[in-house]
């Protein structure tokens, strides 16, 4: 994890208390279970269904984005305010295509 804090730089105003969760599927502002960004590690549970397909297997859920073939989760990083607001200020998308056949049927 980078830590709760990040300076400021040209073109980039910098940022203090900074967070990270999973983006819920069409829902930027819904996030599963927020991690301060100096935590010593982050993990997250997704609830998904594995559909098999003649390429493979679908994983298909509420925080997973994307279509067949290109599926994906956003970690969303941003800061959260005194109220606990958070603002987002970039998210990483995780390609599901990244992972190994063989990772993901013993998953399954």
Request: proline share 8%; with cysteine; net charge positive.
């Amino acid at each position: 994890m980078p830590g709760q804090t990040c300076g400021p730089g040209r073109n980039f105003p910098g940022y203090r208390n900074v967070h990270v969760g999973v983006q819920r599927r069409d829902r930027q502002n819904e996030l599963l279970e927020l991690h301060p960004g100096d935590a010593p590690a982050a993990v997250w549970t997704l609830e998904c269904s594995a559909i098999p397909t003649s390429s493979g297997v679908d994983l298909k859920g509420p925080y997973i984005q994307g279509r067949p073939g290109g599926r994906f989760i956003y970690l969303s990083w941003g800061t959260v305010d005194t109220s606990g607001a958070f603002t987002l200020f970039r998210r990483a998308k995780l390609l599901f295509d990244a992972i190994g056949p063989d990772v993901v049927a013993a998953a399954v």
